[in-house]
């Protein structure tokens, strides 16, 4: 399968805001759970965020809840996630993936987040 491919990722500083995509194949965005997680510096990968590609489930780290929003679209085969409200521990570089199994992933080249004043 082809890997998603993560973008939007940047600089912002405490507050901000970001939108991150991820594009992905046609046989990716069958009827699947797709999955953000990140990584920070030095820490291990840590889910943030579980969406399927209907549309009609969404679910999120407790510590993410409100400031995080994940959305798809169909048509163009990408996922989204809104971050608001960035705070310096949101720093690290994100991936989306399908095969998230509580501990690893098969990661792509993810897109860094740096949030910092």
Known sequence: AVQPVESGGGLVQPGGSLRLSCTTSESTFSPVLMYWVRQPPGKD?????????????REYAESLQGRFVASMDNAKRTIYLQMNNL????????YCVTDWNGARATLGLGTQVTVSS
């Open 87 to 94: 705070k310096l521990e949101d720093t690290a570089v994100y």
């Open 45 to 57: 990968l840590e889910w943030v965020s579980t969406i399927n590609t209907r549309g009609t489930f």
